[in-house]
């Protein structure tokens, strides 16, 4: 009663934006207030190379922005967002100089596999098909499945490790290979349970609409988000670092795109101390190691595939990958990371002066690294494009304490807001009828640290305001 606003928003990433929007739209005044001097989080575009070189700082390649059920309900388009596809959605390149493509066909990608043909279209073919059944479960919190067959046959490829799903599945090292480019953006050991889960679901992405990056940058794709907000009514309050509630306006609900360890420094909440406890426990996940280049020219890939691709995966050997990604979970150092790579100018020549181009990189280090890995990135990139390194016009580095200062949720350098192991997949951050409350009705979590977890699909914020409508504004139901 008598309160200026109906919820406050604090944090104006992809999830707190999205959060936003819901209420917004449900007739619900809002507010969102952001520390940074320019919104978006981790999706954010910025010239740190050299003028007129766009670099996405954070995310960049979205297919779950593009898929997500909450945000392709919005007329994003209408608003400035233009998606690119690349030919390509990702290859893999080997020592031996070839590579293999997952194309959005699925015959055309099983076609190159040659033993394991079959495999990856029995692997593939039925939950690409099924993937508007599976979504609202696998993009949500937990809850009692809407498909519970189709979701069984999903939940015994996908709750395995990728390990055991490779050997179980694939007989050629260069499928595994392949399958473990996708897995390993779980930022988990692949000898973990549910590493195959991100594997399985990236691809059925990259088969049923592609792997697009906004056109101009990952910035446009905020831009749009805010753009729409704003015309709903939506308020943004920028520089404004929030440490305590009472530093706000008088609202009745606030909602925290934060993770755990920052909600639990914001002063005024009326949490138990069991829940302290419990979020004091939530375990932050492995840290990256963010490259971007300004180039005279495109990378000179010695295999065409990977010039035809919007993001090239680099690790040589399935077990080369493997200890790349216990290294980063295990804190040893290694000296051949699995690196991820993005080229958009390829495809999208707005992000570079006329003929010249960008590219985006980073690799998997243990949480807090503050080591340099430009050699071993650039080596690994060397092995596949010979002469890449004469095409460097200028470069940036964030290592994960550089990270954690652009963005405070990146906890670490964590890009996903906490490990996505599977004790805290569906259950983040803590287990609770609903994740996305706490014990302080007034007070509501929607970051990455809840499911669905990381990645820009505003899938967190969409839940966590459903919730928050449920709670409070029952008539709007
Ligand atoms: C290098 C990198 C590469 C990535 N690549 C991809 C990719 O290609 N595709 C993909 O889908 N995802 C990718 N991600 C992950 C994705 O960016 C995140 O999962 C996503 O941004 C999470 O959104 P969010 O809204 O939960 O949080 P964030 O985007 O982190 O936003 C949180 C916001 O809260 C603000 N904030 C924090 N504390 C306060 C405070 N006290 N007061 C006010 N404001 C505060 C922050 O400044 C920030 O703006 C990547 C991330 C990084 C860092």
Excluded at 24 to 53: D, N
Excluded at 321 to 342: D, M
């Amino acid at each position: 009663m008598g309160e200026k606003y109906d919820a406050i928003i604090i944090g104006s990433g992809s999830n707190g934006i999205s959060a936003a929007i819901h209420l917004q739209q449900k007739g619900l005044k809002t507010a969102i207030f952001e520390q940074a001097s320019i919104p978006g989080g981790a999706t954010k575009t910025l010239e740190v190379t050299l003028p007129g070189f766009k670099h996405d700082i954070g995310s960049s390649i979205l297919p779950l922005g593009y898929a997500s059920p909450f945000l392709r309900t919005l007329p994003l388009g209408e608003h400035g967002l233009e998606w690119i596809f690349p030919d390509i959605p990702y290859s893999h390149p080997f020592n031996d100089g070839s590579a293999l493509a997952c194309y959005k066909d699925i015959d055309r990608t099983a076609a190159q596999l040659l033993k394991d043909e079959k495999s990856y279209k029995k692997l593939f073919g039925s939950i690409v098909n099924n993937w508007p059944e599976l979504e609202s479960n696998l993009l949500g919190p937990l809850k009692w499945p809407d498909h519970p067959v189709k979701l069984m046959k999903f939940g015994l490829k996908a709750f395995v490790s990728a390990h055991h799903l490779v050997n179980h599945y694939f007989k050629d090292e260069k499928t595994r290979v392949f399958f473990y480019g996708s897995a390993a953006h779980s930022t988990l050991s692949l000898n973990s349970v549910a590493s195959s889960s991100f594997g399985l679901v990236l691809n059925i992405l990259a088969h049923k609409y592609g792997w697009p990056f906004p056109k101009g940058g990952a910035n446009k794709f905020t831009e749009a988000l805010l753009s729409y907000y704003k015309s709903k009514g939506g308020e943004l309050f920028l520089n404004t670092n929030i440490t305590d509630i009472d530093q706000l306006p008088e609202a009745k609900t606030y909602m925290f795109d934060l993770t755990p360890k920052q909600l639990l420094e914001i002063k005024g909440t009326r949490f138990t101390s069991l829940y302290r406890k419990r979020m004091e426990n939530f375990k932050y996940g492995a840290g990256v190691f963010k490259m971007d280049w300004a180039l005279s020219e495109p990378i000179p890939w010695l295999n065409e595939k990977c010039r035809k691709s919007g993001t090239v995966h680099l690790g040589y050997s399935q077990k080369e990958i493997e200890r790349s990604e216990n290294s980063a979970k295990y804190y040893s150092t290694n000296k051949n990371p699995y690196v991820l790579l993005a080229q958009h100018t390829l495809f999208d020549s707005t992000r570079a002066p006329e003929n010249k181009h960008t590219a985006w990189a980073y690799c998997h280090v243990p949480n807090g690294s503050t080591r340099d890995y430009t050699a071993e990135i650039e080596a690994q990139i060397e092995k596949a494009a010979p002469g890449f390194k004469n095409c460097i016009l200028a470069k940036s580095t964030m290592n994960t304490q550089a990270l954690q200062h652009f963005n405070p949720n990146l906890v670490g350098g964590d890009i996903n807001g906490g490990s996505q192991n599977i004790s805290q997949l569906f259950t983040r951050p803590v287990t609770r009828l609903s994740p996305y409350t706490t014990p302080d009705p007034r007070v509501y979590i929607c970051s990455s640290s809840t499911p669905p977890g990381g990645g820009v699909h505003g899938m967190g914020g969409f839940s966590a305001a459903k919730k928050l409508i449920q709670d409070h504004f029952q008539d709007l139901i």
